[in-house]
């Protein structure tokens, strides 16, 4: 059984900075893309960052320049760094990774962490 498990988010003041983790586990051969999403409630879901397993990345234009996401595959872990923190980024977060069996492959999802970021 595959499972990915966030870290706790929380309540940070505007312009301050918040860390999020998501691992893996269970059993798979590899781990392919990994990203993170976010939803603020009655919107749709939308991708934050992405990295590729040889470290490419993506960002969404609200968050570049603040964010940071990374991995360590090693742990099968991925980060994301969050600085310069605004009100619109408080939503709930989920952590996103295609997972490698030796035939195929399936996306799954953290269960979501909600950041809230105040005035």
């Known amino acids: 059984q595959v499972q990915l498990v966030e870290s706790v988010g929380g309540l940070v003041q505007a312009g301050g900075s918040l860390r999020l983790s998501c691992a893996a586990s269970?059993?798979?051969?590899?781990?392919?893309?990994m990203a993170w999403f976010r939803q603020v409630l009655g919107l749709q879901r939308e991708l934050v960052a992405r990295i590729s397993r040889s470290g490419t990345t993506n960002y969404a234009d609200s968050v570049k320049g603040r964010f940071t996401i990374s991995r360590d595959n090693a742990r099968n872990t991925v980060y994301l760094q969050m600085n310069s923190l605004k009100p619109e980024d408080t939503a709930v977060y989920y952590c996103?990774?295609?997972?490698?069996?030796?035939?195929?492959?399936?996306?799954?999802w953290g269960q979501g962490t909600q950041v809230t970021v105040s005035l």
């Open positions: 269970g059993t798979f051969f590899s781990i392919g893309a």
């Open positions: 996103n990774a295609e997972i490698f069996q030796h035939t195929y492959s399936l996306d799954y």
